[in-house]
C-alpha cells in the first residue's frame, strides 16, 4: 500500500491567514493525489483533485500544488468556515488511501 | 442532481452480518464505480472496496477480503455492502462514495458525490 503522511496533525490560525498544509506519499504518484474538507457529522467534501484542480463550486482561496511524493494545500485568507480536518488521498493505485488528516482551528 | 442516500444507522451484535444500502439519483448508475469508505469515531478515511456497477466487478481491500461483499441492483440504482463477523471495531460511520469521472474516463480517480453516512454499531 502506498502511505499518505500529512503534516502537520493540526494547526489554529486566524482568520485572514495563509495556512499550509502537506502530504507526502511513500512512493511517486505523479499528479494523483486529491484533497478534501470535513466538518464535524458531515461527509467529506472535493476541494481539489489531480493535484491543483479546483473541484467546482470551490473557493478560489484554496489552491494545490505538488507532484511525484511531496504536494501541498494552501488556503490564503482563513475564513471562519474552513475549519475542519483536511484529508490528503491518493489514486494511483486501484484501491486509494488517504493521510491522516489535518485538523484546523479558527483562532 | 448527484444524490447519494445510504440506509440508516445499525444496532450489531458481534459476530453478526450487516447490510447498508447506497441508493443514487441524478446520474447514470451504471456509468461509476461506488466506493466504501469507513471512519471510525475520532479517527481518519478507510477504503473498503468498490464496484464496477455495470458488471458488478470487485475490488476489496486486502484488510477485509472475506468478510466483505459489495453488490448493486442497477434496476433501482442501488449498491449495498455487506459486512460479516462484526466485531467491536467495525464501529464506525460507513460511506459509499462516486468516483468523479464515468467508467474508463481515465485512471486518475477521486470522489466527487458521497452519501450521508451510516453509523454501524456493534455492540454486545
Known amino acids: 500500500d502506498i502511505q499518505m503522511t500529512q503534516s502537520p496533525s493540526s494547526l489554529s490560525a486566524s482568520v485572514g491567514d495563509t495556512v499550509t498544509i502537506t502530504c507526502r506519499a511513500s512512493?511517486?504518484?505523479?499528479?494523483?493525489l486529491n484533497w478534501y474538507h470535513q466538518t464535524p457529522g458531515r461527509a467529506p467534501k472535493l476541494l481539489i483533485y489531480?493535484?491543483?484542480i479546483l473541484q467546482s463550486g470551490v473557493p478560489s482561496r484554496f489552491s494545490g500544488s505538488g507532484s511525484g511524493t511531496d504536494f501541498t494545500l494552501t488556503i490564503t485568507s482563513l475564513q471562519p468556515e474552513d475549519y475542519g480536518t483536511y484529508y490528503c488521498?491518493?489514486?494511483?493505485?486501484?484501491?486509494?488511501?488517504f493521510g491522516g488528516g489535518t485538523r484546523v482551528d479558527i483562532k | 442532481q448527484v444524490q447519494l442516500v445510504q440506509s440508516g444507522a445499525e444496532v450489531m451484535k458481534p459476530g453478526a452480518s450487516v447490510k447498508v444500502s447506497c441508493k443514487t439519483s441524478?446520474?447514470?448508475?451504471?456509468?461509476?464505480?461506488i466506493h466504501w469508505l469507513r471512519q471510525a469515531p475520532g479517527q481518519g478515511l478507510e477504503l473498503m472496496g468498490r464496484?464496477?456497477?455495470?458488471?458488478?466487478?470487485?475490488n476489496y481491500a486486502l484488510k477485509f477480503h472475506g468478510r466483505v461483499t459489495m453488490t448493486r441492483d442497477t434496476s433501482v440504482g442501488t449498491a449495498y455492502m455487506d459486512l460479516d463477523r462484526l466485531k467491536s471495531d467495525d464501529t464506525a460511520l460507513y460511506y459509499c462514495?462516486?468516483?468523479?469521472?464515468?467508467?474508463?474516463?481515465?485512471?486518475?480517480?477521486?470522489?466527487?458525490?458521497w452519501g450521508q453516512g451510516t453509523l454501524v454499531t456493534v455492540s454486545s
Open positions: 462514495a462516486r468516483e468523479g469521472l464515468p467508467l474508463g474516463g481515465s485512471s486518475s480517480y477521486w470522489f466527487d458525490s
Open positions: 441524478g446520474y447514470t448508475f451504471t456509468e461509476y464505480y
Open positions: 464496484i464496477d456497477p455495470t458488471t458488478g466487478g470487485t
Open positions: 512512493q511517486r504518484i505523479a499528479l494523483y
Open positions: 489531480a493535484a491543483s
Open positions: 488521498q491518493q489514486s494511483y493505485t486501484t484501491l486509494a488511501t
